[in-house]
């Protein structure tokens, strides 16, 4: 079974910084696109970044220069270095992610898996 763990979730005051991590587990054959999504109290998810195979990286307005995402592919983790925080930043954050997994008999299939969520609180 793929999945995707976040961790490094928490409370932060305005201005502050975290490192929020996404490791994808299983039988893995590969990680494509990865990214990064965040969801508000009665807002809709919202992309916050993305990053390709390859690194490129893709960011929401809100975020440049703030935020970094980056992958390192031999551990098929994700990371977003979160800096400057503000209070509109608290969000529940989620990874995803397109991955190529090996079945038994040898088979791959396409998956696109979500995290559980990891609650970021920005608050003095």
């Known amino acids: 079974q793929v999945q995707l763990v976040e961790s490094g979730g928490g409370l932060v005051q305005p201005g502050g910084s975290l490192r929020l991590s996404c490791a994808a587990s299983?039988?893995?054959?590969?990680?494509?696109?990865m990214g990064w999504y965040r969801q508000a109290p009665g807002k809709e998810r919202e992309l916050v970044a993305s990053i390709t195979g390859g690194g490129s990286t893709n960011y929401a307005d809100s975020v440049k220069g703030r935020f970094t995402i980056s992958r390192d592919n031999a551990k098929n983790t994700m990371y977003l270095q979160m800096n400057s925080l503000k209070p509109e930043d608290t969000a529940v954050y989620y990874c995803?992610?397109?991955?190529?997994?090996?079945?038994?008999?040898?088979?791959?299939?396409?998956?696109?898996?979500w995290g559980q969520g990891t609650l970021v609180t920005v608050s003095s």
């Open positions: 995803n992610a397109e991955i190529v997994d090996l079945l038994f008999g040898g088979r791959r299939r396409e998956l696109e898996v």
């Open positions: 299983g039988r893995i054959v590969s990680v494509n696109n």
